[in-house]
């Protein structure tokens, strides 16, 4: 009897861990389809954003042939510029040209477009935020209709461009904590 008395506890015991496993393993389960979702959300919304930039481009260099202009080069320097800015305003809540700290916008630019060894260096920038989310066609149209943002577009001056955008789902601040989407256009001519 006391041999099947061991077996009946080690059996309990054995059926505990399996269920434990179990359970734990439907847990890990539920956290990596978590995971996974969330991956997918955020590669979709980067796919977004992506696209979103590329359109704006696109459609810059369309006005800008339509009035004779040369169309804009994408630049990754100005890019990268352009996704620090619309990243830190997200994330600080403000939306001004010159950065939280102050520095002036130019400044910022240089950081990442530098102006050494060039005998000319020349920026410009445009700034847009919507609630959610909106198309290209609606962010230069926006900045179509303001007179600064219209002579930024069709600036004869301009070689380059980058574009960073960013949708925040509460942005803090100035946004109100709204879904947002933040689009920096960094203009630039570097010779």
Request: aromatic letters at 8%; proline letters at 3%; charged letters at 20%.
């Amino acid at each position: 009897m006391r041999g099947g008395i061991a077996t009946l506890v080690a059996l309990v015991a054995l059926a505990s861990s399996i269920s434990v496993a179990s359970s734990h393993a439907a847990t890990s389960s539920s956290v990596s389809g978590q995971v996974e979702l969330r991956l997918k959300s955020v590669n979709a919304q980067q796919s977004a954003t992506a696209a979103l930039e590329s359109a704006v481009v696109s459609r810059i260099n369309l006005i800008r042939r339509g009035r004779g202009l040369r169309p804009l080069r994408w630049n990754r320097r100005l890019s990268a510029a352009a996704h620090f800015h619309s990243r830190d305003m997200a994330s600080k809540g403000y939306f001004e040209h010159d950065s939280a700290n102050g520095t002036a916008f130019w400044r910022r630019i240089e950081r990442f477009y530098p102006s050494a060894g060039f005998n000319s260096w020349t920026v410009g920038e445009n700034l847009l935020w919507a609630s959610d989310t909106y198309g290209a066609s609606f962010a230069v149209r926006e900045w179509m209709n303001s007179p600064p943002h219209r002579q930024n577009l069709l600036s004869r001056d301009w070689r380059e461009v980058g574009i960073g955008a960013i949708t925040v789902s509460a942005a803090p601040g100035a946004y109100g904590g709204r879904a947002v989407t933040i689009v920096t256009a960094d203009f630039g001519s570097r010779t």
